[in-house]
């Protein structure tokens, strides 16, 4: 039998964006529960992990998002098979009579986020804001000379959220691309308002980019900073709060 944890089956048009929130909470029943829909490879990975709230954590967030796609895909959760492109970014596996689900997911600390859309690809990232003693070297790293230049400018009190903003969309843009990120993020630019607001501005310099695709940033929890990213045109985007006893 199949379980559906959503209210009713969602319904994803061509040109909406849904974004699925979830906490993901210590409960070993709802542990056991999501643990038994996970395919060999994924409890592989589960039993890995050295810490276990890491385990629950992944448990939780990989059942999740099975639970999820298994309602807009009317299928059993368990039966859903995922493939990885070349880069690692998985996706579903076609079904013949199943839509185009194109989605993305990213966790942090217990927020865990499913973006979804069809036919288009979708990046989302989440990050738990917290205080980084190596923003400057981060930054250094993946961010332009002028994106570092106006975050240093900003008052100590607004860097760190612009940093975690501008971090967030940068990596939403990278995994919408579907390519590593390390590599990778330094390759997307932004331009930043003087409050520290980033603005997709080029990719390898070419800023056509802008007419192509978009990034919104989200916050789904407090304490939270998130961003999705995919290509135009998008008619709407949701955010929703998935709850396991809907």
């Given amino acids: 039998m199949k379980h559906s944890c959503l209210h009713r089956r969602p319904r994803l048009s061509i040109g909406d964006i849904h974004v699925w929130a979830a906490r993901l909470v210590d409960d ?9 829909i996970l395919d060999q490879e994924e409890q592989a990975r589960a039993a890995r992990f050295a810490f276990e709230r890491d385990r629950v954590r992944f448990i939780m967030a990989h059942g999740i998002v099975r639970r999820i796609l298994a309602d807009y895909c009317d299928a ?7 493939a990885r492109n070349q880069h690692g970014k998985p996706g579903l596996m076609p079904r013949a009579s199943g839509p185009d689900l194109q989605f993305n997911i990213s966790h942090s600390g217990n927020c865990c986020l499913l973006a979804l859309r069809l036919e288009h690809p979708i990046g989302v990232d989440v990050e ?3 205080d980084l003693p190596q ?3 981060i930054a250094k790293s993946y961010f332009s000379h002028a994106e570092s230049s106006v975050l240093a400018g900003l ?5 760190r959220e612009a940093f975690f903003a501008l971090w967030t969309q940068k990596e939403a843009m990278v995994k919408g691309f579907g390519i590593g990120l390390a590599a990778n993020l330094s390759r997307v630019e932004f331009d930043l308002d003087p409050f520290g607001i980033p603005r997709l501005a080029a990719w390898d310099g070419d800023r056509s980019i802008a007419q192509k695709w978009s990034i919104h940033r989200l916050d789904p929890a407090p304490g939270f900073i998130a961003a999705v990213a995919s290509m135009h045109p998008i008619r709407s985007l949701t955010l929703q709060n998935w709850n396991r006893r809907g």
């Fill in 135 to 137: 923003t400057a070297s």
């Fill in 76 to 82: 059993d959760a368990a039966a859903l098979r995922f």
């Fill in 128 to 130: 738990e804001v917290r």
């Fill in 28 to 36: 070993e029943y709802a542990t056991a529960d999501l643990l038994s």
């Fill in 155 to 159: 008052p100590e009190t607004d860097r």
